[in-house]
């Protein structure tokens, strides 16, 4: 197969054309476009050379943000694709789609970019044989061109708001196809898109899209505002039900059985994905909480590795006995607090503790997380007040089942519920089932409804290379 026709199995069906912008909008979004691509090759060599310093890029596999890979392209000449996430929230919600790809298609070469390292650390043990990772290019010409000029991807699945002018404008200008899964814009990145010199650079990136599958109506509107064609925008529901949606293997099993066993029947909770300064809050409840079940042990989960540091701290401060689970240090019955510092084992840790507490939604500059994967594990689950676009889950949650998730106002009431789980086996697990029941009503077909879209949208079957 040649790669023009290799490209051309991808391309957006001849039935299905972008609407392309008005002249002067499209002669506008091309001129900052220019101006855009002479920038970011400007600023590429110190934004790189700044994030090395600040450890923000892998050692060795920096290069790879040049878009020099480090791994031969399978299969030249067949169709490949790409799929990309920024970080490890995206990058969870890309696998079970990049699943889904590498199970229908046996032997198509499937490629997975991330740009953070705490995602390329937990992703890289979770992809399917034969998957690629590589490090993200960034948005600079002479890296994107590298990038797709050795990879020739067939088609680009970009995941929630990874809009990038560059990325896009080259791939679709060579006939591949781009589509945005889980698509979502922030109020800020929308006020910032919508000013004049904003408008006519994300309509021309936009146009050029063969899918846009939002998360929500809100996010359907906020694009059609920024001109998405609306005939490329179809729902299919959120990626993020289906990466809770995964038994446990082996090893998974045997780590949840050993902190059984180290946990002893103890009453627990669990605040996941926990923010600095949201430890304050967590800690104080915590705190009350020991004066009524005195035995009460918390699963601290930090949202970044690199917060235990400051968190033992204020442990030690308050003379709390907490374990951290990278030393494998076993909890006793003075044990407080288990402190997780490690990696990639989140959905795990769900599995051990009946109740959920999700943060990154107790400070008003934070926007929340994923409740699906404590939903999925059958906790009682719980939120902070400020969750930013995950606030449709919680609205399709309790459309299912208002018990199915609680928002508190803040510290207060997350005490007071608190002892009322605590408490009260049946409320709790009256929550629990409802969780999990609301989780399995959601999480049905996502994935499959999402890849017929990419089928119908993304692909032309001129070849005999798909068969979705």
């Not at 050795?150 to 088609?155: E, R």
């Amino acid at each position: 197969m040649t790669e023009a026709q290799n490209h051309a199995s991808f391309r957006r069906p001849a039935a299905m054309p972008a609407r392309a912008p008005a002249p002067a909008a499209a002669r506008g979004g091309l001129a900052l476009y220019e101006l855009y691509r002479a920038a970011s090759r400007a600023a590429a060599p110190a934004v790189l050379l700044w994030r090395r310093l600040q450890g923000l890029e892998h050692p060795s596999r920096w290069p790879e943000r040049l878009g020099r890979p480090s791994a031969a392209r399978p299969r030249p000449g067949s169709p490949l694709v790409w799929f990309h996430a920024v970080s490890l929230g995206e990058g969870m919600a890309a696998l079970p789609v990049v699943r889904h790809c590498a199970r229908l298609h046996p032997g198509l070469p499937v490629l997975l970019t991330t740009t953070t390292l705490s995602s390329f650390d937990v992703i890289k043990d979770l992809l399917p044989d034969g998957v690629i990772h590589q490090f993200a290019p960034l948005d600079c010409p002479d890296a994107i061109d590298s990038f797709i000029g050795y990879w020739k991807p067939s088609l680009v699945l970009l995941m929630e708001s990874e809009l990038w002018p560059n990325l896009i404008m080259s791939a679709t200008a060579k006939g591949i196809a781009v589509a945005l899964l889980n698509a979502r814009m922030s109020l800020k990145s929308f006020n910032r898109w919508s000013i004049p010199l904003g408008l006519p650079l994300v309509s021309l990136m936009l146009s050029k899209l063969s899918l846009v599958a939002p998360l929500s109506t809100i996010q359907a509107v906020r694009f059609q505002l920024l001109h998405t064609p609306p005939g490329i925008i179809h729902f299919a529901g959120d990626l993020k039900y289906a990466v809770g949606d995964v038994n446990a293997g082996e090893t998974e099993v045997n780590k949840i059985k050993d902190l059984w066993q180290q946990f002893s029947n103890r009453p627990l909770w669990m605040a996941a994905s926990i923010h600095r300064g949201e430890e304050e809050v967590i800690l104080r409840v915590h705190d009350e909480l020991l004066k009524i079940y005195p035995t009460l042990l918390l699963i601290l989960v930090p949202r970044h590795p690199q917060d235990c540091k400051r968190f033992s701290l204020a442990l030690k401060k308050q003379r709390v006995n907490f374990v951290l689970r990278s030393t494998k240090e076993v909890v006793s019955s003075s044990t407080r607090v288990y402190m997780v510092d490690t990696l990639g084992e989140l959905r795990m840790l769900y599995r051990t503790t009946p109740i959920a507490v999700i943060g990154g939604s107790f400070l008003p500059s934070l926007a929340g997380h994923n409740i699906s994967e404590a939903a999925a594990a059958g906790c009682a689950v719980m939120t902070g007040p400020h969750v930013g676009h995950f606030y449709h889950m919680l609205l399709e949650m309790w459309q299912i089942n208002p018990l199915a998730v609680k928002q508190v106002a803040g510290e207060v009431e997350l005490l007071q519920i608190l002892k009322e789980l605590l408490g009260d086996a049946k409320t709790l697990g009256a929550r629990q089932r409802a969780a999990k029941d609301a989780f399995s009503i959601m999480s049905d077909g996502v994935v499959n409804r999402v890849w017929n879209l990419v089928c119908r949208f993304a692909i032309d079957f001129q070849t005999d290379a798909w068969n979705c």
